[in-house]
């Protein structure tokens, strides 16, 4: 099973237990859920929120992505450690802007300063080396979407077919399917539109 990455076990658990005492014996499908939870944020937000160390590859098929000095990213670029040109040069990282300068990171552009440029060959990749993600730590908004998704998807283990838990006459309990609206608006703000190019 994987661990959770934006949220803990125990804040969830603490989040879930303000109506009363919740047992250990959910601790597993908890951490499923955080897991899944997460999941559907990246994919719905198309960014990753916990940087991990990690090496790109842009092949001469993908030449169209660089404009003029500019490399546009595929993805979110927290720290660049080292860039290779695609004929087998290093690109001093000290001669690389990474964009957007007063905003990032995470960055989405590298532009190369006026001594160089990109090269590309069908026996080599430009090759960037680097952290990848949006930040270091998830941002609180981030951590509260993965709390209130963990949730909602926990709560639904209580739903039947027609997303009622309870009963009609008993003054029963709907769940919505999918992504609550309010874990969607949390998110809305850090939706990328390619998953880092814009």
């Known amino acids: ?14 989040y879930l237990s303000a109506g009363g005492a919740l047992g250990t014996t959910d601790n597993a499908l908890l ?22 160390p990690g090496t790109s590859y842009y092949g001469w098929a993908e030449a169209e992505r660089a404009r003029g000095k500019a490399l546009w990213l595929d ?19 000290g001669s690389v802007w990474t964009e957007p300068r007063n905003e990032g990171p995470p960055y989405r552009i590298l ?4 001594g160089y440029a990109w090269t590309w060959s069908t026996d080599r990749d430009v090759i960037v080396v ?22 909602h998807l926990y709560r639904q283990k ?7 838990a309870g009963f009609e006459a008993g003054g029963e309990v709907t769940y919505a399917g999918g992504m609550p609206r309010d874990v969607m608006w949390l998110l809305s703000p850090f939706r990328s539109r390619t998953g880092g190019m814009w």
């Open 1 to 14: 099973m994987s661990t959770p990455r934006y949220a803990s076990l125990g804040t969830l658990r603490q």
């Open 31 to 52: 951490t499923n859920c955080l897991v899944r939870a997460e999941r559907q944020i990246d994919d719905y937000t198309r960014r990753v929120f916990v940087a991990e």
């Open 75 to 93: 993805r979110d670029l927290y720290r660049l450690q080292a860039l290779y040109n695609g004929d087998g040069g290093t690109i001093p990282v």
């Open 111 to 114: 532009r190369l300063m006026s």
């Open 130 to 151: 680097g952290t990848w993600g949006y930040s270091l730590t998830p941002p609180a908004s981030i951590v509260q979407a993965t709390v209130r998704l963990a949730a």
């Open 158 to 164: 209580d739903v039947g077919v027609t997303d009622v």
